[in-house]
């Protein structure tokens, strides 16, 4: 099986930084694409960021020149390293990868559980 482990969420201080971890471990062949994606009470899931295996990365517009996404392939991990924190950045903060578990088998998609950010004022 495949897991998924998010860490780094906790509370911060408006203008602060969290550094969010996610390592994926278990039956792993390859991973493609890596991602993070946000969830704050009452609102749809969001697209956070993105960062394909070869390094490109892509940042929404919400958090653009405030936010990076990098990752290690050697330990299965993407990072999202957040600055200037805003209230409305308070959400579950959940990755998402690619992952391909048998040279014979097919990419699909995996979440970890999700990291609570919470962000005061």
């Known amino acids: 099986q495949v897991q998924l482990v998010e860490s780094g969420g906790g509370l911060v201080q408006a203008g602060g930084s969290l550094r969010l971890s996610c390592s994926a471990s278990g039956n792993i062949f390859d991973i493609r694409d890596m991602a993070w994606y946000r969830q704050a009470p009452g609102q749809e899931r969001q697209w956070v960021a993105g960062i394909s295996k070869t390094g490109t990365t892509n940042i929404a517009d919400a958090v653009k020149g405030r936010f990076a996404v990098s990752r290690d392939n050697a330990k299965y991990t993407v990072y999202l390293q957040m600055s200037s924190l805003r209230p409305e950045d308070t959400a579950v903060y959940y990755c998402?990868?690619?992952?391909?578990?048998?040279?014979?088998?097919?990419?699909?998609?995996?979440w970890g559980q999700g990291t609570q950010v919470t962000v005061s004022s």
């Open positions: 998402n990868a690619q992952i391909l578990r048998h040279r014979s088998d097919y990419y699909a998609n995996f």
